[in-house]
Nanobody
């Protein structure tokens, strides 16, 4: 069993900052990519940022404001969010591609989601 547990969401004023964390636990042999998606009410889930082998990609809407990082020793991925805007309000989901045994297939796992609300 693999679990992704997110933390760090909450309510913040426009221009503020939040840091999300996501820790993977359970039977893990290797983790390929890790990333963050978000879903606002009535909208589709969208990629926010992803990191693999130290390489990062970002949605255009968050470039220059958000930073994704990863601690491989802790199987944890972070999302530092600065200069937050009301349009960043969404449920943020952690995502990871994980192999549970050597030579085994990789599967995509999701966290339960954490709410981020940007409002004055």
């Amino acid at each position: 069993q693999v679990q992704l547990v997110e933390s760090g969401g909450g309510l913040v004023q426009p221009g503020g900052s939040l840091r999300l964390s996501c820790a993977a636990s359970g039977t893990i042999f290797s983790i390929d990519s890790m990333g963050w998606y978000r879903q606002a009410p009535g909208q589709q889930r969208e990629l926010v940022a992803n990191i693999i082998d130290g390489n990062t990609i970002y949605a255009d809407s968050v470039k220059g404001r958000f930073t994704i990082s990863r601690d491989n020793a802790k199987n944890t991925v972070y999302l530092q969010m600065n200069i937050l805007k009301p349009e960043d309000t969404a449920v943020y989901y952690c995502n990871a591609i994980i192999a549970v045994r050597n030579g085994g297939a990789q599967f995509r796992y999701w966290g339960q989601g954490t709410q981020v609300t940007v409002s004055s």
